[in-house]
Structure formats: structure tokens, C-alpha cells
């Protein structure tokens, strides 16, 4: 029985492709502009009939201000299949909605040449990088109080410095520290307070009274339950409303009241209010609400006035947990990205643990081993913004493709170089594919130009990067994967990383999951 497809056949597939493809794909006569076909997914992506699309220009698919840059990339560009970023598509009711667009090579029939380009609504993943926005600006601003709760010796320069510390990231427009009073009125008096829309709170009576019909707000709330309470967005929100024009006039759109209590003896709360509606998620409320409890914990050390010696004793302590508590709070990060390409899920993981284990062998201080696994667990977070198909395609990548790929590590300073670590972890990650010869990237450095921490991690990542599968391959077994490592010990690598790394694994003192595989 012949399993040849009959051209009739073929053509019935063909014909369904172009019915059941998710994206909306529009085919237009290059040299006009002029749709001449388009799938269902166009319609519902325009909304538009086929009928009333074709005979359209292409470049009336979108909005006004794209309109002479599609002109030239679509009409007048190259002849090769491109892949366009940062476009938008308008619907016929005005709505815009941000796409990827790929289009093919033309095709030509009968007199005339046509392009097929293919729209892929990508709103979804820029939730995504909002989400991911979010906790940056959290961990930021977590990074720069953590600092302050470590400096300063008294309550009032304490409140000061968190508040100047959240407010340099320039999303929250207002941050002050409001105290809860005891007296029959409950009022929360403010004892610290910044940002540009700090004169919001002129002539602001605040209470945390259950008797006052207007603080039922977040403030209110959060002191009397302690529990944080924010808003998404304060002007739609109804008990935001006696404060609803003074929010519009000084831009606020959303806010967070965190409480926190020291010993027992002094209770209050820590609000944050944002520039854009939707600033605060998860992450961020556990971010703060862990920020609100070292307040507490910090309030309570100065009030003891232990003697010098105990105080410097008990904040290198602190400062310890503090280091701690920003590296786990970074994990989401690693958690959004991996969701995005199960292929890598645990990758960055591993590659923390061989690293750190690496680091030890060779006499590394705890502290600056610390910062080495910091670097590791977020080294590739820059493939946030490399789309799912690409990371996940089987077959070989386009010079394009391959690009956005390489990319990924100076995204990835990009996304960390705002949060001040007390280690150069942004530089880390963004040197981890940049090899001894000066035949990495993103900037070919050569020799001592490079970290040592990122010498470690690189040897670290790549081991466990072939003996894990990938798409386009099977995993290598470990032996090969050491013999390979070895090959390029001194000229790539890091020989003394390498050959450490090496020493672990066959002298079974290295016990991890790699990829497919369990080394022990």
C-alpha cells in the first residue's frame, strides 16, 4: 500500500494549515501592499471579515505611528524571511495589541510576487515581563533598604532611609512610614516620608479607627488586621475614594500598606504607592512584608542600646540575614523564566550547586562563594525575553534567531544591574559565555579580563548543559562531558575550575541531578 500524499491531498492539508494556524496570517502583493488573502486567526486578530480585508493595505493593519516603518520593512526591505519585533496590530474598534511578525520569502504567482506574514499576539508574554518588571522594581527597592536597616542608629534616620531607599526606583512616587497612636482618636502619625508625590499627603488626617468611615482604606486595614493590604488600581478601588482626585493630581495609581510591630512596644506601617496601576503582585507584597519585618526586628536592636560591640556583633548579623533573604527573594525570577522552557527547568539550579561546590574546593570565603550562587541561580534570566518557540526549536536557528539567543546574557544584565548586590553579580551573568581565548561573547574578553567567579560558573554551566537533553540533541554521558572539558582546559576554561570539577564527579564528592541523568 503506497503512503505517497496524492497532490489533491497535499493541497487538502495545505488548505487546513491555513484554516486551523493559530496566528493571524495575511498574504499581500508585495509590490502594492494589498492584502489578497487572510485565515480565520486574522479575522478574530482584526476584526475583519476576510472579504473586507482583502483589497486592504497592510500597513492599515496598523496603528498610524507604524505605519511608514512597516512600509519599509514589509514593502521596500529585503527579500529574506525577517522576524519583526514591537509591532502592533489595531483591531477594527481602535484596540491595539502588541505582535511578533515573521514574514516568508515572496512568492511568486502568476505575474506578481506575494508575502505571507505571520501575527502572533504576544499580550500574554508581555504580562509576563510586567510580572517579571514588578519584582525588579521590589527587589530593587528591597536591596537599597536592606542596606539602610544595616547603617543607621535610630528610628527616625531609620524610617528616613527605607523611604529614600524604595523612592529611588522611580515607579513608586510616594513611600512613608506612618506610626499607630494609642489615643482615643487612633491616629497614625507620619514619621517618615519621600518621594516626588509626597505633598499628596498634605492635610491628611490618617487614623487606624474602625469608627472612621474613611479609613477603611489600606492603611487603616493593615494596621488593625496586620495584614498587607494593596491596592491595583486606587482610583477605581471604592475605598480609595476620599482620596481619589488628590491620587489622579499627583499620579498615583496604586499602593501597598504593610504593618510591622517592634517588641510589642511600637506598631505601624510601611506604605508604598506606585506610579502605575498593577505594580504590586505577589512577589512584591512578600518582598515588602518581609522588608516591614526586618524594620521590626531592626527598631527593636536600637531601642536595646546594647554596647558598641554587641550592636556591631548583632548588624553583621543582620546584614547576613538580610543577603540571604534578597538571594531567595530573586528566586521568582529564575521560577519565570524556567516556566517558559521546561528543557532547562533546574538548570540554573544545578549549575548554582556545582559551582558553589567547585568554589569551596578551591578555599573561596563563604561570603564571596555568597555571591557566586547568586550570580549562577540567575544566569540565564535574560532568556525571559527571547520568544518560546526559539528556545525550544528542534531544528537548526537563523542568523536572527541565533542572535536574540546570544543576547540573552547582556539581557540579563540589563534586568540585574539595578539591584545593588554586595557582589558584581549583573557583571557575572552577563560574562558567563565569554571564553579564556576571547572566543565568547557577548564581548570577546580574554584571560584576567575575566571574573574569576564567572570562570567558575562557566565551567559549572557548561557541564551541566551536555549532560542535559536539549531539543536539537541528546544529552553526552558524563565521562565524554569531562573528557571534552578537560580538551579545552587552559585555553577556553579555567583549568584549575576544570579540573576540580572533574576531581568531584569521579571521586564521587559531587552529588547532583544532571539533566536526564543522576551523578553520584
Same mark, same amino acid.
Given at each position: 500500500?503506497?503512503?505517497?500524499?496524492?497532490?489533491?491531498?497535499?493541497?487538502?492539508?495545505?488548505?487546513?494549515?491555513?484554516?486551523?494556524?493559530?496566528?493571524?496570517?495575511?498574504?499581500?502583493?508585495?509590490?502594492?501592499?494589498?492584502?489578497?488573502?487572510?485565515?480565520?486567526?486574522?479575522?478574530?486578530?482584526?476584526?475583519?471579515?476576510?472579504?473586507?480585508?482583502?483589497?486592504?493595505?497592510?500597513?492599515?493593519?496598523?496603528?498610524?505611528?507604524?505605519?511608514?516603518?512597516?512600509?519599509?520593512?514589509?514593502?521596500?526591505?529585503?527579500?529574506?524571511?525577517?522576524?519583526?519585533?514591537?509591532?502592533?496590530?489595531?483591531?477594527?474598534?481602535?484596540?491595539?495589541?502588541?505582535?511578533?511578525?515573521?514574514?516568508?520569502?515572496?512568492?511568486?504567482?502568476?505575474?506578481?510576487?506575494?508575502?505571507?506574514?505571520?501575527?502572533?499576539?504576544?499580550?500574554?508574554?508581555?504580562?509576563?515581563?510586567?510580572?517579571?518588571?514588578?519584582?525588579?522594581?521590589?527587589?530593587?527597592?528591597?536591596?537599597?533598604?536592606?542596606?539602610?536597616?544595616?547603617?543607621?542608629?535610630?528610628?527616625?534616620?531609620?524610617?528616613?532611609?527605607?523611604?529614600?531607599?524604595?523612592?529611588?526606583?522611580?515607579?513608586?512616587?510616594?513611600?512613608?512610614?506612618?506610626?499607630?497612636?494609642?489615643?482615643?482618636?487612633?491616629?497614625?502619625?507620619?514619621?517618615?516620608?519621600?518621594?516626588?508625590?509626597?505633598?499628596?499627603?498634605?492635610?491628611?488626617?490618617?487614623?487606624?479607627?474602625?469608627?472612621?468611615?474613611?479609613?477603611?482604606?489600606?492603611?487603616?486595614?493593615?494596621?488593625?488586621?496586620?495584614?498587607?493590604?494593596?491596592?491595583?488600581?486606587?482610583?477605581?478601588?471604592?475605598?480609595?475614594?476620599?482620596?481619589?482626585?488628590?491620587?489622579?493630581?499627583?499620579?498615583?495609581?496604586?499602593?501597598?500598606?504593610?504593618?510591622?510591630?517592634?517588641?510589642?512596644?511600637?506598631?505601624?506601617?510601611?506604605?508604598?504607592?506606585?506610579?502605575?496601576?498593577?505594580?504590586?503582585?505577589?512577589?512584591?507584597?512578600?518582598?515588602?512584608?518581609?522588608?516591614?519585618?526586618?524594620?521590626?526586628?531592626?527598631?527593636?536592636?536600637?531601642?536595646?542600646?546594647?554596647?558598641?560591640?554587641?550592636?556591631?556583633?548583632?548588624?553583621?548579623?543582620?546584614?547576613?540575614?538580610?543577603?540571604?533573604?534578597?538571594?531567595?527573594?530573586?528566586?521568582?525570577?529564575?521560577?519565570?523564566?524556567?516556566?517558559?522552557?521546561?528543557?532547562?527547568?533546574?538548570?540554573?539550579?544545578?549549575?548554582? %550547586?556545582?559551582?558553589? =561546590? #567547585?568554589?569551596? @574546593?578551591?578555599?573561596?570565603?563563604?561570603?564571596?562563594?555568597?555571591?557566586? &550562587? *547568586?550570580? +549562577?541561580?540567575?544566569?540565564?534570566?535574560?532568556?525571559?525575553?527571547?520568544?518560546?518557540?526559539?528556545?525550544?526549536?528542534?531544528?537548526?536557528?537563523?542568523?536572527?534567531?541565533?542572535?536574540?539567543?546570544?543576547?540573552?546574557?547582556?539581557?540579563?544584565?540589563?534586568?540585574?544591574?539595578?539591584?545593588?548586590?554586595?557582589?558584581?553579580?549583573?557583571?557575572?551573568?552577563?560574562?558567563?559565555?565569554?571564553?579564556?581565548?576571547?572566543?565568547?561573547?557577548?564581548?570577546?574578553?580574554?584571560?584576567?579580563?575575566?571574573?574569576?567567579?564567572?570562570?567558575?560558573?562557566?565551567?559549572?554551566?557548561?557541564?551541566?548543559?551536555?549532560?542535559?537533553?536539549?531539543?536539537?540533541?541528546?544529552?553526552?554521558?558524563? %565521562?565524554?562531558?569531562? =573528557? #571534552?572539558?578537560? @580538551?579545552?582546559?587552559?585555553?577556553?576554561?579555567?583549568?584549575?575550575?576544570? &579540573? *576540580?570539577? +572533574?576531581?568531584?564527579?569521579?571521586?564521587?564528592?559531587?552529588?547532583?541531578?544532571?539533566?536526564?541523568?543522576?551523578?553520584?
Amino acid at each position: 500500500m503506497s503512503h505517497e500524499i496524492t497532490p489533491a491531498a497535499k493541497q487538502s492539508l495545505y488548505a487546513l494549515g491555513w484554516a486551523s494556524a493559530p496566528g493571524g496570517m495575511f498574504a499581500f502583493e508585495k509590490a502594492s501592499g494589498k492584502i489578497i488573502d487572510a485565515n480565520p486567526a486574522a479575522e478574530e486578530m482584526s476584526g475583519y471579515s476576510r472579504d473586507q480585508l482583502i483589497g486592504l493595505h497592510i500597513t492599515m493593519l496598523h496603528p498610524e505611528a507604524e505605519r511608514e516603518q512597516v512600509k519599509a520593512q514589509f514593502l521596500n526591505g529585503t527579500l529574506k524571511p525577517l522576524f519583526y519585533l514591537s509591532f502592533h496590530i489595531q483591531h477594527q474598534d481602535g484596540q491595539c495589541a502588541p505582535v511578533n511578525i515573521k514574514s516568508s520569502y515572496p512568492i511568486t504567482l502568476g505575474d506578481r510576487q506575494v508575502m505571507i506574514c505571520v501575527y502572533r499576539n504576544t499580550s500574554d508574554l508581555e504580562l509576563s515581563e510586567h510580572h517579571l518588571t514588578t519584582k525588579t522594581w521590589a527587589l530593587s527597592a528591597f536591596a537599597g533598604a536592606a542596606l539602610a536597616l544595616t547603617h543607621e542608629h535610630s528610628a527616625a534616620s531609620l524610617f528616613k532611609a527605607i523611604c529614600e531607599a524604595i523612592t529611588r526606583e522611580s515607579i513608586y512616587t510616594l513611600a512613608f512610614v506612618g506610626i499607630a497612636e494609642n489615643g482615643p482618636d487612633k491616629r497614625v502619625d507620619i514619621a517618615a516620608a519621600t518621594g516626588a508625590a509626597v505633598s499628596f499627603l498634605d492635610g491628611q488626617n490618617l487614623s487606624w479607627s474602625e469608627d472612621r468611615p474613611d479609613e477603611n482604606g489600606p492603611i487603616g486595614l493593615s494596621i488593625r488586621s496586620n495584614q498587607a493590604q494593596f491596592l491595583e488600581n486606587c482610583v477605581e478601588h471604592p475605598a480609595f475614594e476620599p482620596f481619589r482626585e488628590q491620587a489622579r493630581r499627583f499620579g498615583i495609581q496604586s499602593c501597598m500598606s504593610v504593618p510591622f510591630s517592634a517588641q510589642g512596644q511600637m506598631r505601624g506601617a510601611l506604605v508604598v504607592y506606585a506610579e502605575h496601576p498593577h505594580a504590586f503582585g505577589q512577589v512584591a507584597v512578600e518582598v515588602f512584608q518581609n522588608l516591614a519585618d526586618q524594620i521590626g526586628r531592626a527598631i527593636h536592636a536600637i531601642e536595646q542600646k546594647q554596647h558598641l560591640l554587641d550592636e556591631q556583633g548583632h548588624t553583621a548579623k543582620l546584614q547576613s540575614q538580610l543577603t540571604e533573604a534578597l538571594s531567595a527573594m530573586v528566586l521568582p525570577i529564575v521560577t519565570a523564566m524556567e516556566m517558559r522552557d521546561p528543557f532547562t527547568s533546574g538548570h540554573q539550579a544545578r549549575v548554582a %550547586e556545582i559551582a558553589v =561546590a #567547585i568554589a569551596r @574546593e578551591l578555599g573561596w570565603q563563604e561570603e564571596r562563594i555568597g555571591g557566586l &550562587r *547568586v550570580a +549562577a541561580t540567575v544566569h540565564d534570566v535574560g532568556k525571559i525575553s527571547v520568544p518560546v518557540e526559539i528556545l525550544t526549536k528542534s531544528g537548526p536557528l537563523t542568523g536572527v534567531e541565533r542572535m536574540m539567543i546570544d543576547a540573552h546574557s547582556e539581557t540579563g544584565h540589563t534586568i540585574l544591574k539595578g539591584i545593588p548586590f554586595l557582589w558584581p553579580v549583573a557583571e557575572i551573568v552577563r560574562q558567563h559565555h565569554e571564553k579564556l581565548d576571547g572566543s565568547g561573547y557577548p564581548y570577546g574578553l580574554k584571560g584576567d579580563q575575566i571574573l574569576p567567579e564567572t570562570r567558575i560558573l562557566t565551567v559549572a554551566d557548561m557541564a551541566d548543559a551536555m549532560v542535559s537533553d536539549r531539543p536539537y540533541r541528546r544529552a553526552f554521558d558524563l %565521562e565524554k562531558t569531562l =573528557a #571534552i572539558m578537560e @580538551e579545552e582546559a587552559g585555553t577556553k576554561l579555567d583549568a584549575e575550575a576544570v &579540573r *576540580v570539577c +572533574a576531581a568531584l564527579f569521579r571521586e564521587k564528592r559531587l552529588v547532583i541531578p544532571l539533566g536526564k541523568q543522576y551523578i553520584r
